[in-house]
């Protein structure tokens, strides 16, 4: 009779394990499709930074746009000189800010 109930406890136990495994699967995917949508939100703002960028370096009165004025910047993950118009600290504190918020110390490690 013991092993009866032990059979039991353990299928249910069995089951319940399942059943968790299956909400599991169900946030995963939730989780996934969240993350899809956050890669489209950004390819969708770098074609737009793009274009106004491009925009601002067509436009003959380059002093009306002094954000888009290139400047010498260090890559902070790799310490190599790069080129990028004067907006790019914005980019630099956002992407900090948001890596403070998510709980990612030192972001200055995992950012341009």
């Avoid at 946030?27 to 899809?36: K, Q, S, V």
């Avoid at 601002?56 to 290139?70: K, V």
């Avoid at 004067?86 to 030192?106: K, N, T, V």
């Amino acid at each position: 009779m013991a092993d009866l109930d032990e059979l039991a406890r353990l299928k249910a136990e069995n089951e319940e394990l399942r059943e968790e495994i299956t909400a599991l699967k169900v946030e995963i995917e939730t989780l996934n499709f969240e993350a899809d949508l956050d890669a489209c939100h950004a390819a969708g703002l770098s074609a737009q930074l793009k274009a106004i960028i491009a925009e601002g370096d067509a436009c003959p009165n380059t002093a009306a746009h002094p954000l888009l004025e290139r400047a010498p910047y260090v890559n902070d993950r790799t310490g190599q000189a790069m080129t990028k118009t004067r907006s790019y600290p914005l980019y630099r504190q956002a992407f900090d800010e948001a890596a403070h918020e998510a709980g990612i110390e030192q972001p200055r490690k995992h950012r341009a």
